[in-house]
């Protein structure tokens, strides 16, 4: 299923006709740029003064970009990342490891890890993790669906990619303690200290857990 239905109007090949000028349209512009994240008021400003200077087709092309977008990209029924097709892009290859399924919490998570080169299994995406304090429970994660993957015994491995925060290490260990009693070896990213950091300028936990996650050289 889509995002989000249009409803009339459709793509820009045939494009809706534009709203009444009453003069607010730069402000809603701006407003709605406004709304995007880590976008604030002077880049809103910077990115609609483009948009304005650039022309008619450009203007066209990153309208439609953003419809099509809303329009073609959805949930993968399998792993929860959005996909273009049936599937996603790694569900639907065949040279991924089916024993290792890694966990994250939300779509750009599978990119970022993705952008690595370093994992070649698959993904689980829970859209979201457990915090009491928001109201989501299990229940509201695709935790179910996680554990119907794991109920044939081809995986053999799940690690677990939250973030190293209070809530992200709340669904790790909820989740390890739901695993473990499959047979499936659960494992953790670790975490420390970032390659060209100053020991100094290091957090107390950050510090501890490089000291934990320390490897023999």
Known sequence: MPYDQLGAG??????????RNDGRALRRLLDELGRLPGIGPKSAQRIAYH????????ARRLARAILDVKQQVHFCPVCFSYATRE????CEDPSRDQT???????PRDVTAIERTGAFHGLYHVLGGVISPMDKIGPEQLHVRELLSRLADGTVTEVILATNPD????????????TIKPLGVHVTRL???LPVGG????????TLGRAIEARREL
Do not use: Q, W
Request: proline share 4%; charged share 25%; aromatic share 4%.
């Open 87 to 90: 599937r996603c892009d790694v």
């Open 166 to 177: 209070v809530e992200g290490e709340t669904t790790a260990t909820y989740l390890s303690r």
């Open 100 to 106: 290792s399924i890694c966990v994250v919490s939300e």
């Open 10 to 19: 459709g793509s820009l090949g045939g494009a809706p006709a534009p709203s």
């Open 190 to 192: 670790a975490s420390g």
């Open 51 to 58: 948009i304005l200077g650039s022309d008619a087709e450009e």
């Open 198 to 205: 100053d020991l100094e300028y290091a957090d107390e936990v």
